[in-house]
């Protein structure tokens, strides 16, 4: 953990990095951090106070913790206090998109030197670290569905959309091979102006920086095409969402451990029981994972949203879907449920939690959703269908509110219930219009 390391360390390690990346052209380099609702914010530096910045840290208010998605403020916001933001140089990128800037992803820690107990990001690290406590790894990978409106029409998945936005989807693969991403897979999705891109697997908390600086890449590129993108959950009431779906496989001594083992499809009694416990905590999990009220536009059955707590081999509206894929080492998870407004910290935080309590429960699957959810002949259970349920559901986790610690579970909630009063009484179409540009 780079921003652990002494502030010496750090400072020596910037000074290497700036020089470098001044050389490269780069004037300001950028840190950025998620905040509870799902909205990224940025500081700013001049590429000579990199050092500075990442000895120290740079000043970041804790009412941030209190924000919304309009910029409002939850109640429990307050104007005093600081918090100090530090670059964690390991991700480090120069921005192709955004010429003379670079990029890193930011924790927050106390002024006295202590982590930010409302830090999402360490929340997610040290949810990962408990897993490497067990002598277990996650490999991880969130996939990022957008919506441009703008750029030329075509069908689903059409070729004639593909070549009508060619340049820019071209664009967009360089930028993100230039910043160092490995992209697996780029497609024009369902519905008009909607793209899906996929990234390969890393460790959980890089997953969630690349995430971030694939949607910052996706942004920039965009706007040098003149298109706008919208990573909102839906951006037409009734129509397909954009998901943020987290692929997962768990691992020991290098062997993926969803495969070769005596459970459901080849997987490892370990496997299964952290995917159990997924499952058990799915409906608190929305609340980080489907953070908006508007998430619940999306989360409804036929648009393969995973509205359904249930998991299916390949069962795309199942909210947990197995993938064996064609080697074992593919062999992986996928939720579904998420959406593209979530803090992927939170999201990927949550998960490893609820799976780390599956395992010291040793929980078991249930049976297996072979069809559709929906079949009348045995519906599954239908997720939360609104913020609200989903915030009782986290109200009640016992194991996100250990997991998160009390100051970050509270705050959460207090984002979720400010949100969910803010935006009462809007129409859909309201409600997709005050998101649609924000996350
Ligand atoms: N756009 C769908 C969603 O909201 C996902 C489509 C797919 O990639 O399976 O999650
Ligand atoms: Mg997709």
Known sequence: MSTAKPRADRAAEARVAATRIEAEGVDGVIVSWVDNAGVTRVKTVPVRALEPAARWGVGAAPCFDAFLVDDSLAPSGGPAGDLRLVPDLTGLRRLAAQPGWAWAPGDRWTQQGEPHPGCQRQFARRTADALADRGLTVRAGIEVEWIVDGGEPGPAYGMRRLIGNSDY??????????????????????????????????????????ALLVRHTVQAVSLR???????????APGGVGNGGHLHLSLWRDGHNLGHGGPGPHGLTREA??????????????????????????????????GPYRCWGLENREAALRLITGSAPE???????????????????????????????DALRLPAETTGDPAAPDGPAERLPATLGQAVDALRKSEVLRTALGEPLWQAVIDVREAEIARFAGLSDEQLVEAVRYRY
């Open 225 to 235: 095409h003149g298109l706008r993108a919208s990573f909102a959950p839906v951006t």
């Open 272 to 305: 299964e029981a952290f995917l159990a416990g997924v499952l058990a905590e799915l409906p608190a999990l929305l609340a980080l994972g489907a953070p908006s009220v508007a998430s619940y536009l999306r989360l409804a059955p036929g648009r393969w949203s």
């Open 169 to 210: 989807l071209r664009d967009l693969l360089r930028a993100l091979r230039e910043q160092e991403l490995t992209v697996l897979q780029l497609h024009p999705e369902y519905t008009e102006g909607q793209y899906e891109l996929s990234v390969a697997p890393t460790g959980p908390v890089e997953a969630a920086d690349t």
């Open 330 to 360: 593919q062999a992986n998870a996928e939720v579904k449920c998420f959406d593209a407004a979530a803090n992927p910290y939170l999201a990927v935080g949550g998960v490893l939690a609820a799976g780390l309590a599956g395992l010291g």
